[in-house]
């Protein structure tokens, strides 16, 4: 199970840290991403962190978030910074790639 939170609405250029606390015994192996969705739009890889840590981004996010985890904690973490009134999205939190575990998702609303 994978439990998301940090979600918000904040104002263009601002910043937000979405968390997602995982329950299953396989965190510290499973790949781990953040994937993000808007009406009508398929969901969209946002970044991927694996279990050694190697992390990759999307090219519209590339430099303004960051993507870390906690293994003590089960946690993965997205740090999004200069928020854009484009990233406003649904943001989904996964374990273990598109066919794995998803959570619930949490609104970022990011206003103009």
């Known amino acids: 199970q994978l439990v998301e939170s940090g979600g918000g609405l904040v104002q263009a250029g601002g910043s937000l840290r979405l968390s997602c606390v995982a329950s299953?015994?396989?965190?510290?192996?499973?790949?781990m991403g953040w994937y993000r969705q808007t009406p009508g739009k398929q969901r969209e890889v946002v970044a991927l962190?694996?279990?050694?840590?190697?992390?990759s981004y999307a090219p519209s996010v590339e430099g303004r978030f960051t993507i870390s985890r906690d293994h003590a904690e089960k946690t993965v973490y997205l740090q999004t910074n200069s928020l854009k009134p484009e990233d406003t999205a649904v943001y989904y939190c996964?374990?273990?790639?598109?066919?794995?575990?998803w959570g619930q998702g949490t609104q970022v609303t990011v206003s103009s």
């Open positions: 962190i694996t279990g050694g840590g190697s992390s």
């Open positions: 996964n374990s273990g790639g598109t066919s794995g575990t």
């Open positions: 299953d015994g396989f965190f510290s192996v499973s790949l």
